[in-house]
């Protein structure tokens, strides 16, 4: 029997709450068709964060320990929560979010809309004694629940998980559903773009240790710098380029197809205020979830624009170096203009809205 894999995401700070949590898991892990898995099972001299990416994606159910330090990781945001919420997209695995320690869990955009534990949102380290364990408890029991809920396709398959098939009927449409679609794929954005950003402050920051270098010497000290030396700036500058170049094609098409999943959700939206009758709720609730689409697109075009201008201000250093920045404008180019035609819809479908919503008042 396939078991099924529940892994454990958590910041190294809430290690206390994951032995507390793992202790009582693995009660529900003798008695369920369930491993669980966290990071203490990477191995000396492994390859940490490749391991953890392998057993991201292939977990059933990923239970997140939530904390500021959790939030405030880039490491997670950036790799572990990227692929888990492109994969909760694809209903490829569940996610079940514990609150910890106190933080503003609400006001971050892919977790506040989503049911936390415990009930309320109370965090784990409010609980005391019977009460902490009673919470943890509770917890698994729920957990065990799910894993049975997911595995039970998976005794009957015996090779591989086929999830349970869902009435036409039960499909939820409409408004809610599409507003919800958006605003996934705006947060799967928004975890891209940082990716992309990240890669042009690293390249932004090596530049400037490069110029501050030069910067200390006058341009005598240099012309008497060996050939040796001056190939020495100029291929690390190439390198450099490159390593930005290939990181632009790497995140670029998943950064684009987040834009295309977020059009689909518009294009939906678009229909139903053609064809079905509206509320104002309904209406006020897409135009709040578009705006927010509109701010994201905005600011991620205005940010990649200035960077990708700024390379026509760097000079020919080689023709490598050359090559590299020219093969990244023009990745940055076609972005640039599926955003642009993108914001256009975009636009028009907030019009078309916040138009119906100022009829209705």
């Known amino acids: 029997m396939k078991r099924l894999k529940v892994i454990v995401c958590y910041a190294p700070e809430d290690d206390r709450w994951r032995k507390h949590l793992v202790s009582h898991l693995s009660v529900i892990a003798h008695e369920n ?17 490749s391991r953890i990416q392998a057993e991201i994606s292939q977990a059933a159910i990923a239970i997140l320990l939530v904390s500021s330090s959790f939030l405030g990781s880039e490491l997670i945001r ?28 609400d006001q971050v955009s892919w977790l506040s809309g989503r049911s936390v534990r415990p009930n309320g949102g109370k965090p784990l380290a409010q609980y005391a004694g019977a009460g902490r364990d009673q919470a943890l408890t509770h917890i698994s029991r729920e957990i065990a629940s799910i894993a049975r809920r997911l595995g039970a396709p998976l005794m009957a398959a015996g090779r591989q998980q086929v999830r349970p098939k869902v009435k036409r009927a039960d499909k939820v449409t409409g408004f809610a559903h599409y507003n919800e679609t958006v605003e996934h794929h705006r947060e799967v954005f928004i975890l891209r773009a940082r990716a992309v950003a990240a890669a042009m402050a690293m390249f932004n920051r090596n530049l400037h240790s490069m110029n501050a270098e030069l910067h200390k010497m006058s341009d005598d000290d240099f012309a008497r710098l060996a050939v040796s030396g001056r190939q020495r700036f100029i291929n690390e500058a190439t390198q450099n380029m490159r390593n930005l170049a290939k990181a632009i094609r790497l995140e670029m098409p998943a950064l684009a197809t987040s834009v295309d999943k977020c059009f689909g959700g518009m294009h939906k939206i678009s229909q139903l205020l053609e ?12 135009a709040a979830v578009l705006l927010d689409l509109r701010a994201s697109f905005s600011a991620a075009g205005s940010s990649i624009t200035e960077f990708r201008d700024s390379f026509f201000l760097l000079q020919d250093m080689s023709p490598s170096f050359r090559d590299a920045r020219d093969s990244a404008i023009r990745i940055l180019d076609r972005f640039v203009m599926k955003l642009s035609d993108a914001q256009h819809i975009l636009g028009m479908t907030l019009a078309r809205t916040t138009g119906l919503l100022t009829r209705m008042s």
Request: proline share 7%; glycine share 2%; with cysteine.
């Open 275 to 286: 064809r079905q009758p509206v509320t104002r709720v309904e209406l006020a609730d897409s």
């Open 78 to 105: 950036d790799t572990q929560l990227l692929t888990l919420l492109e994969r909760s997209a694809k209903n490829s695995v569940t996610l079940y979010p514990i609150i910890v320690r106190s933080c503003v869990w």
């Open 33 to 49: 068709p369930v491993d669980i898995w966290d990071d203490t099972h990477v191995d000396p001299g492994e390859d940490r964060t």
